[in-house]
């Protein structure tokens, strides 16, 4: 096991970057000045994780996707584009052994970190010993009730959501929270990139899709960083981002039936090569004919050979009131 985690690690110091400590972190539209200054052991520093690692004899679940982050700069990025502040509860999901933890114990009032792996929990009450401003739940985001958490920890005021996500279950985490209408400020998290480009295009490319106008219902997306593989252990096979979604007071558009827009959304992506006329009327649970789509796509202006990745978001809402 020990000689595992030096292999990696001289992996990762001789990767492309060239440079240790540290990988190349590449901004978006921002300085990388960094004000956050910590006192605390910084498991963002390889050898530091490499030491935990080793001391508990952890193995890497693959199940759980589990890719810690070994790059302070990283770090500091995440909580400066969270823009966390003393006065902010913080939810961090998948914590692992505390890495960005603890630069969230620094900076905010209150941290609840959800962890879904047993054999972290331990490793958890070890590195987050310090900080009594840290509540760990040993749960799976996807089952435990957050809204409840958020009750009982920020007397239901919008939290911010921070975390590392595992790729595997990224979107399923945040349109959950969305959709179980989570109180939310902001969603800051590492997505791996394809997935965080999918977030923030518009209509008419190959990346637009029900993802898009999902998020772009409730939340203005924003690509921070992107963060290549060298920056985690193991180092997972694709390029990473941060993209901060922050959650809109009301939606940007109207619709008289949520749940009925986001059928119609999804039909229309489920045959992204068929006409949109076709792929709503292959959709069982909406129920439609041709003849009455092509009317309704006729009233809007659209032809009825248009598919729907040429859609716009506002223009969903109203063919879903419509039909």
Known sequence: MYWSYIIVYIFWRSSDT????????????????????????????????????????????????????????????????????????????????????????????????????????????????????????HGDILKVDVNDIVRDKNEGRPVKVVANLPYYITTPIIMGLFEKHVPLQSITVMVQKEVADRMQVGPGTKDYGALSLAVQYYARPEIVANVPPNCFIPRPNVGSAVIRLTRYPEPPVKTADEKKLFAVIRAAFNQRRKTLVNSLCNAADLKLDKEHVSGVLEQMGLPVTVRGEALTLEQFARLSDLL
């Open 18 to 137: 060239g440079k240790d400590p540290g990988c190349l972190l590449r901004g978006v539209g921002s300085d990388m000045e960094m004000d956050i200054r910590m006192d605390m052991k910084k498991l963002g520093i390889p050898q530091n994780t490499i030491e935990v690692l080793q001391k508990y004899g952890f193995r890497f679940q693959k199940k759980y996707g589990q890719n810690f982050l070994i790059d302070t700069r990283v770090l500091e990025r995440i909580i400066k584009a969270a823009d966390i502040t003393k006065e902010d509860c913080v939810l961090e999901i998948g914590p692992g052994i505390g890495t960005m933890t603890q630069y969230l114990a620094e900076a905010a009032g209150e941290v609840i970190a959800v962890e879904i792996d047993a054999a972290l929990i331990p490793i958890l009450e070890d590195t987050l010993s310090a900080y009594d401003n840290v509540t760990v739940i």
